[in-house]
């Protein structure tokens, strides 16, 4: 399945656009999100504003969700309680044109001309549409949107009409309540997809509207969370509205005038949106007393002013987004020369990057960002794992106060360790509150990694931006409570090693493990950091105790293949049948959980992500054989496993399978080629495409004495730059074939400072003139030889699961 690259005349490349110079139906849902805008709190699916021509239109604001009690078909001690959802709040990216009595739409009028494009140095939607009316007029619509970045509940939207003749238009401007109109759940055939709720969500508290301006607040029917709205129209042309009309479900502003031949009509809708915590109980079986419902309805009013007071310009957004843009592509922007199709495919994946996380402040990033509701906008490993890296070195501040989010939820983390029966903190695999909200235990609770991976990232991030402050306080808090989560669950067994069983690790093909390899090595990281750390709660004898398990952990090695084994059972696991049609690919989708389970397949890299996190950890021999055993038995059913096979791959020196991974990477979106980017961007994907580049192409690894290098240069690419914020430093890097050129970029008025990295084994000191190193070309090492597998055995292709995630 291809779609953006396999239709150039319809995608055109170019460098710093998605661009569509052709419309036709069948695609709508995936382009709506890869067109889709947002900055991290708020996000606008990039759907047509026209009624009937989206399949799935949106918008979200980051951790506004529903809640709802979670039925177990057999319930048990610890299940999840409480489902979360991520709110479609109401949309205002609406309007219908009339010219002469005719409703324009892509699906029924004549178009005579058509462009679309997303703007990556600008964050500006465009889309210009040119109509052969009935009445003989030709007509020309054009629409631009954007959103906030100093004002993040902002969002602009503009419509300019113009006409060959004289014509009568009849405008309407719209917002919809999208979440309670009638939508399939199709979590039914596929739970990656995000579901519905059965009873009415948002409760309307304030609906007011007067001369083109709308005031309109709801609250969540469960979880009480509060949404306020203002939305203020102005236009070119002499004249009033129409009408202007307000409901729970549908608001409108209404304009009908002549429009006179070569005089653009523009229209321009300003939007913000404040959202709110729980507040007071409005009542719903029973009539309130009247002083809570005053209360309410202040409340509301109050938020609703609040909205009022945040609205700006469209002009102001649009500048707003350009000033944003403009500064981050200075430190962000990867540059690749020669590769103009990889170059637009990998600057779509920085510019979603940039959507997921500007604005996110003190909240976790959602697994599709704000571009979709897939996963139910919940928060997951992915963010520590896949976006902080690109965060840390590209927007430390930005990484912190994802962290920071973290620490919030350590009460609740602190009570759900409690629950499994162990010491201090247990993250939820799946989050919007703080609490667990994963219903299926062994592809979700057991994944106890991702303390490990909170971990890792805190740990990181104290490295590379050299805050105290923060390490001293909320890391030093993270990384001990983390720790003392592992010395709970593991035990030193009777060969004196340190065990962690019933855990599953990044492979949800493999589940509830004992000595899950990932999941060991991780956590003797965190044992290892945590034991390090000088800190007043940290008691001698439990520093002791962190270090002996640390050194003392369990790592499950194959000795007759010369492998680390994914955990203590994998090796003797039955290989799974390679003839099985890929037309039952994902097996999540097609084979029950337990058959999955109980064969020699994977989902995603795991002992392979080991391996490239804990980089020092393992030699070069130990990981170009684990490369070999794993990659041919990994599916790719996972949208987080081709980066991670890519970067390994490039490490060992195989670098036409790297650039296979890394290109397989890039396009997953772009190309919908795991069938559900219509749910919203793969962000932890695009974070894994920073990552290629920077760790797997530019051989980057941190979390040593010093920043390494060790480059492994595609043999057709003529070159690669980028920067890193390290330290306090902005450092230049510029690959071609046989060197690396590296520089600190100084800013205006800062003084000469240097940086001491490591290339291949050496050290070199950066400064502000460039040091160039020369490289000698990696040889391709000949493949690991294996002694030969048992016959694989057929498998019955009947069956359906319910799985976790791709």
């Known amino acids: 399945m291809a ?40 996000g606008i699916r990039g759907a047509h504003s026209t009624r009937g021509d989206s399949e799935h239109p949106g918008t979200f604001i980051n951790g506004f969700h529903e809640i709802w009690d979670i039925k177990h078909a057999e319930n048990a001690f610890g299940f999840a309680r409480t489902g979360q959802r991520i709110v479609y709040v109401p949309d205002a990216n609406n309007f219908t044109v009339s010219i002469d009595g005719e409703a324009l739409s892509l699906a029924e009028s004549t178009v005579l001309d058509y462009q679309r494009s997303v703007d990556f140095s ?62 399939e759940d199709h979590t039914a055939h596929d739970p990656r997809r995000s579901g519905r709720h059965a009873s009415r969500v948002l409760l309307p508290l304030h609906l007011q509207g007067t001369d083109g301006s709308l005031r309109l607040a709801w609250e969540t029917s469960e979880s009480r969370q509060r949404i306020a709205m203002a939305v203020d129209h ?30 653009a009509l523009v229209l321009e809708k300003a939007v913000s949106y404040v959202t709110a915590a729980s507040g007071a109980p409005i009542g719903r079986d029973v009539l309130p007393a009247l002083a809570v419902l005053n209360e309410a309805e202040a409340a509301a009013e109050a938020l609703v002013n609040e909205a009022a007071a945040a609205l700006v310009p469209v002009q102001t957004v649009f500048a707003q987004s350009q000033a944003h843009y403009d500064q981050y592509w200075m430190t962000a922007d990867i540059v690749l020369v020669g590769q103009p199709e990889i170059q637009q495919a990998v600057r779509w994946s920085l510019f979603q990057l940039a959507q997921a996380t500007a604005r996110v402040d003190v909240a976790g990033i959602p697994a599709k960002g704000v571009s979709g509701s897939g996963y139910e906008g919940h928060y997951f490993w992915d963010q520590e794992v896949y976006l902080l ?19 919030r939820m350590l009460p609740e983390a602190r009570v759900r360790a409690k629950e499994l029966n162990v010491e201090g903190a247990l993250f939820p695999w799946r ?24 971990a890792f990232a805190a740990n990181r991030y104290s490295w590379a931006s050299a805050d105290a402050n923060f390490r001293s306080e909320i890391g030093a808090e993270l990384l001990i409570e983390t720790a003392r989560m592992w010395a709970s669950l593991g035990f030193f067994g009777k060969d004196g090693l340190f065990h962690i069983h019933g855990v599953t690790g990044p492979d949800e093909y493999t589940a509830v493990v004992n000595d899950n390899l990932y999941t060991n090595v991780m956590a003797r990281f965190n044992l290892r950091a945590a034991a390090a750390l000088e800190h007043e709660s940290i008691a001698e004898t439990e520093r002791m105790m962190w270090r002996q398990a640390a050194e003392r952990m369990s790592l499950p090695y194959d000795p007759h293949l010369e492998v680390h084994s994914q955990d203590q059972d994998f090796m003797t696991l039955e290989p799974w049948d390679w003839n099985t049609p890929k037309s039952k690919y994902p097996l999540l989708l097609n084979f029950h ?44 059913d996972s949208t987080l496993s081709a980066c991670v096979q890519g970067i390994l791959a490039a490490e060992v020196g195989y670098g036409e399978v790297a650039l296979k991974h890394f290109t397989e990477a890039l396009f997953i979106d772009l190309d919908n080629s795991h069938g559900n980017t219509i749910d919203g961007v793969h962000i932890a994907s695009t974070g894994g495409i920073w990552s290629s580049l920077v760790c797997g192409f530019a051989g980057m690894r941190d979390q040593g004495e010093v920043l390494h290098f060790d480059p492994r240069l595609p043999a057709n690419w003529e070159g690669l730059t980028f920067r890193l914020k390290v330290q306090g430093r902005l450092l230049s ?22 940086l001491c990295v490591r290339v291949r084994g050496h050290n070199v000191t950066v400064g502000a003139h460039t040091v160039t190193v020369r490289l000698e070309t990696v040889p391709v090492p000949p493949p690991s030889i294996f002694p030969t597998q048992h016959p694989t055995a057929e498998i019955p292709l009947i069956g359906s699961c319910q799985g976790a995630r791709a």
């Open 3 to 42: 779609l953006i690259s396999s239709d150039r005349r319809r995608f055109p490349c170019e460098p710093w656009k998605l661009v569509e110079d052709i419309h036709l139906p069948g695609d709508e849902g995936t382009l709506e999100t890869l067109f889709a805008l947002g900055n991290g709190h708020l």
């Open 733 to 754: 890097i510029g690959l071609s074939q046989g060197s690396i050129a590296l520089s600190l970029v100084l800013a205006a008025g800062h003084s000469e400072s240097s």
């Open 122 to 183: 600008s964050g500006i939607y465009e889309e210009t549409t040119t109509w052969a009316c009935r009445s003989g007029a030709t007509v020309t619509t054009a629409e631009r949107r954007a959103v906030g970045f100093d004002s993040r509940g902002c969002l602009g939207l503009e419509l300019t009409v113009s006409a060959d003749r004289d014509v009568s238009a009849d405008i309407t401007s719209g917002v919809v309540n999208r979440q309670d109109q009638a939508a």
């Open 389 to 407: 890296p690109y965060l840390t070195y590209t927007n430390p501040g930005g990484a912190r106060k994802v962290l920071e989010s973290r620490h």
């Open 234 to 263: 102005r236009i070119s042309v002499e004249g009033q509205p129409f009408e202007t009309l307000v409901g729970e479900d549908e608001s409108s502003v209404r304009y009908v005038l002549p429009l006179q031949m070569g005089k």
């Open 593 to 636: 959980p337990l058959v999955i389970y109980r064969h020699q397949v994977l989902k995603q890299a795991d002992t392979v992500l080991a391996m490239f996190l804990q980089w020092q950890d393992f030699t070069a021999t130990e990981k170009q054989r684990a490369f070999d055993f794993y990659d041919p038995i990994t599916t790719g």
């Open 431 to 454: 989050t919007i509150n703080g609490l667990e909200a994963s219903a299926y235990y062994a592809a979700g609770t057991a994944q106890f990694h991702i303390v490990a991976a909170i």
